[in-house]
């Protein structure tokens, strides 16, 4: 179970705590690449949790430009904060195929009632994607374009580790360079050019849907990448 895996990294769950958060995924639904689960707006809107596939986040703006928040992948959830705010302040579109189990706000309130500590878990969790944003935002607006993509699949590469999806090789990535180019704040065009950047000084090689980092090492310190805003040392509750 991957939220499983990934609330794990932050509080040694019990055989109850995992129960509980077993019986979170008893309603499965799937959902087509393309076509919206979540829509900008909605209200009285189920949260999700990402059970396998990629989604992602996204808000239109007035022009019609689309604006990637962040790419989901198993184990987050999906439009947590429709639930606790009753009205989604964003869209969620699956990039793959994707299953999800569907989470009434009823379902999430009684199982952190029954569940403190697996509540803190998912406090946590929501604590780091939200230092995730933070750096995202610091990434478009001061890092340079190599280092922004760099950076931005490394910290992929971070999230599917904790997960079981990544090595410190690489992991397979569906993203489009139309996608991270709504993602980055950059152009497909620039996207691609990055990317040869990349590959071409020996630093990593993104091609036929699977990251590749070609020197692991030298790629941290060219993306300035260190993964404290992530929180992957260890249970801080055991």
Not at 57 to 68: F, M, N, P, T
Not at 138 to 164: D, N, Q, T
Not at 172 to 186: F, I, K, S, V
Request: charged share 20%; aromatic share 8%; with cysteine.
């Amino acid at each position: 179970m991957p939220l499983a895996r990934k609330l794990g990294a932050f509080v040694a769950l019990s055989a109850v705590e995992l129960a509980v958060l077993d019986a979170l995924h008893k309603r499965r639904r799937t959902f087509v690449a393309g076509r919206d689960l979540v829509h900008q707006g909605q209200s009285d809107q189920a949260a999700y949790i990402l059970a396998s596939g990629w989604a992602c986040s996204y808000k239109i703006l007035r022009d019609g430009e689309r604006q990637i928040v962040d790419f989901q992948i198993p184990g987050d959830f999906l439009g947590l904060r429709s639930v606790l705010l009753h009205t989604a302040d964003h869209s969620i579109e699956p990039i793959t195929d994707i299953e999800v189990c569907e989470v009434h706000a009823s379902d999430l309130l009684g199982a952190f009632t029954r569940t403190p500590r697996l509540a803190t878990a998912v406090l946590w969790a929501a604590s780091r994607d939200e230092a995730m944003v933070v750096e995202h935002l610091v990434g478009i607006g001061r890092r340079h374009a190599a280092e922004r993509m760099a950076h931005f699949l490394l910290e992929l590469g971070s999230r599917l580790s904790l997960v079981g999806l990544a090595t410190k090789a690489g992991y397979a990535c569906p993203l489009t360079q139309y996608l991270l180019a709504d993602a980055l704040g950059l152009s497909a065009v620039h996207v691609n050019r990055v990317l040869r950047q990349l590959r071409e000084t020996g630093l990593l090689t993104f091609r036929d849907g699977y990251v590749t980092y070609d020197d692991y090492d030298r790629l941290l310190d060219f993306a300035g990448f260190d993964p404290v805003y992530l929180d992957h040392t260890g249970p801080l509750l055991r």
